[in-house]
């Protein structure tokens, strides 16, 4: 290009150079925002058998520059080619939107015999320590990593994953001197995000564009939005714009039209049987029936059963694998399917919702229906004998579900281990494989309304935004691998940067979620928040559900139900099972930091719920809600120390 091509976008002006580099300038003419200049757009090209090599974006030796308008959007249409060695012809898109001061960035390959497998570094944006502000993250419920934040991020190299997956959002930001830019990722099911924070130095978000069966399928497109003043708390509001714009939000309440339930699981308190186990029926229902006189309604979380069948000493293990294997027995315990339905009606007898629980994502080659001619085709095209393909998890879903009716097991809930949390990722690489990651993802989501159509609720694993729509349940609100840690393990120095409620405030009154607060420090130690960084009160500014088994020392049914250090859990739950009940239809609207060292924070819901935090001194204050005495209070210590 000769010269420049330029847009204005709200008060920025955009200008693309030769180069393809990407500079944003303002009203009075400083340059705010440009990509790097030394990582910038690379095409990733491969010729017949040979190894895919590397050419720069802007080194066409074509350039063919049209007008471009779609959906608000206008700006230029690049066709590139003539490239050294490559028969490759690459659409490249600029459009601007005056109105929003948004910059819409597409490409795709048009043409040529060789193909595009990936674009890198389209684009990488760079801030400098010096600059102040911080970078916005969607990992797990969210994090903030402020310029002075002294931790690099955990890792070999740059920290980064597919969008759907590793990121629980399609939306990142980076923040400076009052000047944000928040990128919306359009078509996200193949985009990589890396995440770079270099103590003292810099701090980067790059994006790269992976390949579809092996190729640059289809369009890609990248909304980049330039704003002044636009915190983390905007971001998420037009994100959530968005969502609801796309389809993909729905609240709980609309949920509600065609899964009624979910208001009466907002009301409960779950409690978990970890493993079918005869001899301990007789003491889960008579302490069921207890917590239901001390005044909880129940959510239980049914038994797993195994797939191999039952024997004692399963049973007398800490849980069973619950695999969808086992929903296909003729004999899944003893007593058959009668005794399992019997057991879930004498729950329901005392005001329990059902929830069961379901992995379909392996299969088990001892177990009694293992079919060997299922398996799933990993990159190098060897066999898994353990790997379901979406498609085969589906039908074995729909087996499920016509299982639980044909042997009249009610459920409420059912929970799909290792959907969400699943990461489609090896699959799509090559061109051999019959499904891409986004066929993965709709299928996943077909799972979950496919259960809906059943009355039952669905759940899932980990908090993912393009399973909103269709999901309503999750085990955990985050997990260990959506935190962003120093270390995996307990005792360590805790997060890096700072925990936000990024996910919640675009998606708080869509969906249920628990807190990994300390109930799984005896089987898997790292999975549970740190001790030393507050689980209460993260478990109120996340507003997680109540979940009796997700606190420490929380097993049951071997719980002494009246002990002074069980009594401080159920007291605990009640005070969760409150804010929830108050706020779980309400959007929360903003959250807010009171103090420059972050340690005070401020949640407001839509219904006037405020709920403050004081991470240096340990304690909350949350107003409008019964059961909290508005004032300042300190939660209790559960771990005993």
């Given at each position: 290009?000769?010269?420049?091509?330029?847009?204005?976008?709200?008060?920025?002006?955009?200008?693309?150079?030769?180069?393809?580099?990407?500079?944003?300038?303002?009203?009075?003419?400083?340059?705010?925002?440009?990509?790097?200049?030394?990582?910038?757009?690379?095409?990733?090209?491969?010729?017949?058998?040979?190894?895919?090599?590397?050419?720069?974006?802007?080194?066409?030796?074509?350039?063919?520059?049209?007008?471009?308008?779609?959906?608000?959007?206008?700006?230029?249409?690049?066709?590139?080619?003539?490239?050294?060695?490559?028969?490759?012809?690459?659409?490249?898109?600029?459009?601007?939107?005056?109105?929003?001061?948004?910059?819409?960035?597409?490409?795709?390959?048009?043409?040529?015999?060789?193909?595009?497998?990936?674009?890198?570094?389209?684009?990488?944006?760079?801030?400098?320590?010096?600059?102040?502000?911080?970078?916005?993250?969607?990992?797990?419920?969210?994090?903030?990593?402020?310029?002075?934040?002294?931790?690099?991020?955990?890792?070999?190299?740059?920290?980064?994953?597919?969008?759907?997956?590793?990121?629980?959002?399609?939306?990142?930001?980076?923040?400076?001197?009052?000047?944000?830019?928040?990128?919306?990722?359009?078509?996200?099911?193949?985009?990589?995000?890396?995440?770079?924070?270099?103590?003292?130095?810099?701090?980067?978000?790059?994006?790269?564009?992976?390949?579809?069966?092996?190729?640059?399928?289809?369009?890609?497109?990248?909304?980049?939005?330039?704003?002044?003043?636009?915190?983390?708390?905007?971001?998420?509001?037009?994100?959530?714009?968005?969502?609801?714009?796309?389809?993909?939000?729905?609240?709980?309440?609309?949920?509600?039209?065609?899964?009624?339930?979910?208001?009466?699981?907002?009301?409960?308190?779950?409690?978990?049987?970890?493993?079918?186990?005869?001899?301990?029926?007789?003491?889960?229902?008579?302490?069921?029936?207890?917590?239901?006189?001390?005044?909880?309604?129940?959510?239980?979380?049914?038994?797993?059963?195994?797939?191999?069948?039952?024997?004692?000493?399963?049973?007398?293990?800490?849980?069973?694998?619950?695999?969808?294997?086992?929903?296909?027995?003729?004999?899944?315990?003893?007593?058959?399917?009668?005794?399992?339905?019997?057991?879930?009606?004498?729950?329901?007898?005392?005001?329990?919702?059902?929830?069961?629980?379901?992995?379909?994502?392996?299969?088990?080659?001892?177990?009694?229906?293992?079919?060997?001619?299922?398996?799933?085709?990993?990159?190098?095209?060897?066999?898994?004998?353990?790997?379901?393909?979406?498609?085969?998890?589906?039908?074995?879903?729909?087996?499920?579900?016509?299982?639980?009716?044909?042997?009249?097991?009610?459920?409420?809930?059912?929970?799909?281990?290792?959907?969400?949390?699943?990461?489609?990722?090896?699959?799509?690489?090559?061109?051999?494989?019959?499904?891409?990651?986004?066929?993965?993802?709709e299928v996943q989501n077909r799972c979950f309304a496919d259960a809906r159509k059943a009355g039952i609720m669905p759940g899932a694993e980990l908090t993912r935004f393009w399973a909103i729509r269709d999901c309503d349940y999750w085990f955990y609100t985050d997990w260990s691998s959506d935190r962003l840690a120093n270390t995996p393990v307990q005792g360590c120095a805790g997060p890096v940067g700072v925990p936000i409620p990024l996910f919640q405030l675009v998606f708080h009154d869509c969906y249920i979620a628990g807190f990994s607060g300390g109930g799984y420090e005896l089987y898997m130690p790292g999975y549970d928040w740190w001790e030393d960084q507050h689980p209460r009160l993260y478990e109120l500014l996340f507003v997680a559900a109540p979940c009796h088994n997700w606190l420490p020392g929380g097993d049951f049914p071997y719980d002494k139900l009246d002990a002074p250090e069980s009594e401080k859990r159920w007291m605990w739950l009640k005070k969760m099972g409150a804010l929830c009940r108050a706020t779980k239809f309400s959007e929360m609207v903003s959250h807010e930091f009171l103090s420059a060292d972050r340690k005070?924070?401020?949640?407001?819901?839509?219904?006037?719920?405020?709920?403050?935090?004081?991470?240096?001194?340990?304690?909350?204050?949350?107003?409008?809600?019964?059961?909290?005495?508005?004032?300042?209070?300190?939660?209790?210590?559960?771990?005993?120390?």
């Amino acid at each position: 290009m000769e010269q420049p091509l330029a847009f204005s976008a709200g008060r920025y002006s955009i200008s693309i150079g030769s180069d393809l580099r990407l500079s944003a300038t303002d009203a009075e003419g400083h340059e705010i925002w440009a990509t790097s200049s030394t990582q910038t757009p690379l095409l990733v090209v491969k010729q017949g058998n040979a190894t895919p090599r590397e050419i720069a974006l802007a080194s066409a030796a074509q350039i063919d520059i049209t007008p471009y308008e779609a959906n608000g959007f206008r700006g230029h249409k690049l066709i590139l080619g003539g490239y050294e060695g490559a028969d490759v012809e690459v659409e490249l898109t600029y459009a601007a939107n005056q109105a929003t001061g948004e910059l819409s960035v597409g490409v795709e390959q048009t043409g040529g015999s060789d193909t595009v497998r990936s674009i890198a570094h389209l684009y990488r944006f760079e801030k400098s320590v010096s600059q102040g502000g911080y970078v916005v993250v969607p990992h797990g419920s969210g994090y903030l990593i402020p310029a002075d934040c002294p931790d690099e991020i955990p890792g070999e190299g740059p920290h980064g994953g597919f969008i759907g997956a590793r990121w629980t959002l399609p939306i990142f930001g980076i923040f400076k001197q009052q000047h944000a830019l928040c990128a919306l990722v359009e078509t996200w099911w193949d985009c990589e995000v890396e995440l770079e924070h270099s103590p003292g130095e810099y701090s980067a978000l790059d994006f790269h564009w992976q390949p579809s069966l092996g190729k640059l399928a289809y369009r890609r497109q990248l909304v980049l939005r330039f704003a002044e003043g636009i915190d983390y708390v905007g971001m998420a509001k037009l994100y959530r714009d968005y969502a609801r714009s796309e389809g993909l939000l729905l609240t709980l309440k609309e949920k509600m039209r065609a899964t009624p339930q979910i208001e009466r699981y907002v009301q409960g308190t779950l409690v978990r049987w970890p493993a079918w186990n005869p001899p301990q029926i007789r003491e889960v229902l008579q302490q069921l029936a207890r917590l239901r006189d001390k005044g909880f309604a129940l959510n239980l979380f049914f038994p797993k059963w195994s797939s191999l069948g039952y024997s004692e000493e399963r049973a007398a293990a800490t849980t069973a694998d619950g695999n969808w294997q086992g929903f296909l027995l003729s004999q899944p315990v003893p007593g058959g399917w009668a005794a399992l339905a019997e057991f879930a009606e004498q729950a329901r007898a005392l005001d329990c919702l059902i929830q069961g629980f379901v992995g379909p994502r392996t299969q088990r080659p001892d177990a009694p229906e293992f079919d060997p001619d299922n398996f799933a085709m990993q990159e190098d095209g060897q066999r898994s004998e353990f790997e379901l393909t979406p498609y085969q998890a589906e039908r074995r879903n729909q087996a499920v579900l016509a299982s639980i009716r044909e042997h009249r097991l009610h459920m409420d809930v059912l929970y799909y281990d290792g959907y969400s949390a699943y990461h489609p990722l090896a699959e799509d690489f090559s061109p051999d494989h019959p499904y891409t990651r986004r066929e993965s993802y709709e299928v996943q989501n077909r799972c979950f309304a496919d259960a809906r159509k059943a009355g039952i609720m669905p759940g899932a694993e980990l908090t993912r935004f393009w399973a909103i729509r269709d999901c309503d349940y999750w085990f955990y609100t985050d997990w260990s691998s959506d935190r962003l840690a120093n270390t995996p393990v307990q005792g360590c120095a805790g997060p890096v940067g700072v925990p936000i409620p990024l996910f919640q405030l675009v998606f708080h009154d869509c969906y249920i979620a628990g807190f990994s607060g300390g109930g799984y420090e005896l089987y898997m130690p790292g999975y549970d928040w740190w001790e030393d960084q507050h689980p209460r009160l993260y478990e109120l500014l996340f507003v997680a559900a109540p979940c009796h088994n997700w606190l420490p020392g929380g097993d049951f049914p071997y719980d002494k139900l009246d002990a002074p250090e069980s009594e401080k859990r159920w007291m605990w739950l009640k005070k969760m099972g409150a804010l929830c009940r108050a706020t779980k239809f309400s959007e929360m609207v903003s959250h807010e930091f009171l103090s420059a060292d972050r340690k005070q924070h401020r949640v407001t819901f839509a219904n006037g719920v405020v709920c403050e935090f004081d991470m240096s001194a340990n304690r909350f204050r949350i107003q409008g809600v019964e059961g909290f005495t508005g004032d300042w209070e300190t939660p209790p210590d559960l771990y005993g120390s």
